[in-house]
C-alpha cells in the first residue's frame, strides 16, 4: 500500500527564516508521481509542484524549492525568506497504481 | 477561465438520506476525481474518472458511487448517510495524456461542506 508521511504537524517561524517541510513517501512502484499541495486558510487546495519518479533533478521556483531523493524516498519543500502570506497547510501527495495519497498535512505560520 | 466549480457549497442532511454533489471541471479537462476531507486531515482519494471510466477508486464503501458525463462533469452520490460522512467534499480536475500514461496535476475546486445530522 502507498504511504505518504508528513512528519511535522506545525511549523511556526519568523518572517524571512527559511523553512523545509518534509515529506516521505512509500510504495511499490516504479512508476509514480509526487506533488505538493498548498492550502491557505480560504480552503481551496493550489497546485504547487509535480514531480515524476524519472525525474530525480530538483526545481527551484521563486522562494520555492523542492529537494527529490530517490534513495530516502523524500520530497522535501523549502520556503526561503518566509513571508507572511505562505501561512497555509501544505501536503505533499503520491499518484501511483491508480491510487492518490495525501500526507497529513504540515501547518505552517509565519509570523511578522 | 474558470476554475473547478461545485455545487452546492453546503448541505444540511440526516442520517440514512441519500446526497448528490456535482463537480464541472476545469474548460479542456477530461479527467475528474473526488476526495474527502475531513477536519485536520489530508483528502481522501474516492474516485478517479478518466474520459468517463472509472480509473480508481479508493477505500471508500459502495455507498458512495459517482459518474462522468459526456461533457465530462461529474456526480458524487452518498447513500445512507452516517454521521462519519460530514465532511469536505473535493472535485478535482486535470489533462488526459493521450497515451493515458502521464499523470498531470489535479485543480482542486472549493468544495462542498456536507453536515450530516
Known amino acids: 500500500a502507498q504511504k505518504v508521511t508528513q512528519a511535522q504537524t506545525e511549523i511556526s517561524v519568523v518572517e524571512k527564516e527559511d523553512v523545509t517541510l518534509d515529506c516521505v513517501y512509500e510504495t511499490r512502484d516504479t512508476t509514480y508521481y509526487l506533488f505538493w499541495y498548498k492550502q491557505p486558510p480560504s480552503g481551496e487546495l493550489v497546485f504547487l509542484i509535480r514531480r515524476n519518479s524519472f525525474d530525480e533533478q530538483n526545481e527551484i521556483s521563486g522562494r520555492y524549492s523542492w529537494n527529490f531523493q530517490k534513495s530516502t524516498s523524500s520530497f522535501n519543500f523549502t520556503i526561503t525568506a518566509s513571508q507572511v502570506v505562505d501561512s497555509a497547510v501544505y501536503f505533499c501527495a503520491l499518484w501511483g497504481n491508480n491510487d492518490m495519497r495525501f500526507g497529513a498535512g504540515t501547518r505552517l505560520t509565519v509570523k511578522p | 477561465d474558470a476554475g473547478v466549480t461545485q455545487s452546492p457549497t453546503h448541505l444540511i442532511k440526516t442520517r440514512g438520506q441519500h446526497v448528490t454533489l456535482r463537480c464541472s471541471p476545469i474548460?479542456?479537462?477530461?479527467?475528474v476525481s473526488w476526495y474527502q476531507q475531513v477536519l485536520g486531515q489530508g483528502p481522501q482519494f474516492i474516485f478517479q474518472?478518466?474520459?468517463?471510466?472509472?480509473?480508481g477508486r479508493g477505500n471508500f464503501p459502495d455507498r458512495f458511487s459517482a459518474r462522468q458525463f459526456p461533457n465530462y462533469s461529474s456526480e458524487l452520490n452518498v447513500n445512507a448517510l452516517l454521521l462519519g460522512d460530514s465532511a469536505l467534499y473535493l472535485c478535482?480536475?486535470?489533462?488526459?495524456?493521450?497515451?493515458?500514461?502521464?499523470?498531470?496535476?489535479?485543480?482542486f475546486g472549493p468544495g462542498t461542506r456536507l453536515t450530516v445530522t
Open positions: 474548460s479542456g479537462h477530461k479527467s
Open positions: 478535482a480536475s486535470s489533462l488526459v495524456s493521450p497515451d493515458r500514461w502521464r499523470i498531470y496535476e489535479q485543480y
Open positions: 474518472y478518466y474520459e468517463k471510466e472509472e480509473r
